[in-house]
Each structure stands twice: as C-alpha cells, then as structure tokens.
C-alpha cells in the first residue's frame, strides 16, 4: 500500500483502488484517442478467470501459421549486395517486410465494456 490508500500495481502509471471488498486498476492510456481523435474512449475489462474451467478472460487468436511471416523486396544485387537473379524493383537494395495476423477475444463480453465519449 502506498502512503495515500492506493496500491502500486505492475509499471508505472497503474493505480489500484479498493472499495467494498473490490479492486478497480486504472491507467492511462492514449492509444484508441490517438486513432479516433474526435471522442473520448475508456476500457473497462474484467480480467477474473473463470472459476469452474480456469479459461482466461482474453484469448488471442491468429490463422495457422500466420501468427509472423517475413518476406523480402529483392532489387539488383539481391539479399547480400552482390547476388545475381529475379528483381522485384529496379533500386539497388533490399527491403525485409515482417507481418502477421491476429485477433483478440474476450471470452464473457458482458463483463467488458467500452465507453466513448458522447
């Protein structure tokens, strides 16, 4: 417990309140207002497991195979600089692209809520 009643919790910038044998964390995060800057946007995730199965409340999910791919632009000199070959550009160089799928559930989405501002 810190000296004001709120507890420290994980990196900086969370703080955690206790009410009624309850505990809410909080942090501030400016990434969903940085894409939709019109509104404000809050997240509200209840990150208790399921007691019966032990299912965590957030999965993520990707296509098999396809959690990280990696893929080449080869221009003259190829890969190395000094390779002979297939182009795929006429600039002297090579560019190495890395991407992947993926998607996230929450598994009791009545627990989870998302506000924007009015």
Known sequence: MKANEYVS?????FDTYRWQ??????RVDRALSLEYDKKGYALAL???ADKTSAQPPIGLFTLKGGDMMTSYLKGPGGLTGLESGEVST???GAKRIMWGYS?????????SYVLREV
Do not use: C, H, Q, W
């Open 103 to 111: 998607s996230l559930a929450v598994f009791n989405p009545y627990r």
């Open 21 to 26: 044998g309850n505990e809410i964390s909080f």
């Open 46 to 48: 209840d990150l208790t």
């Open 90 to 92: 006429p600039v002297a």
């Open 9 to 13: 919790v994980g990196a900086k910038g």
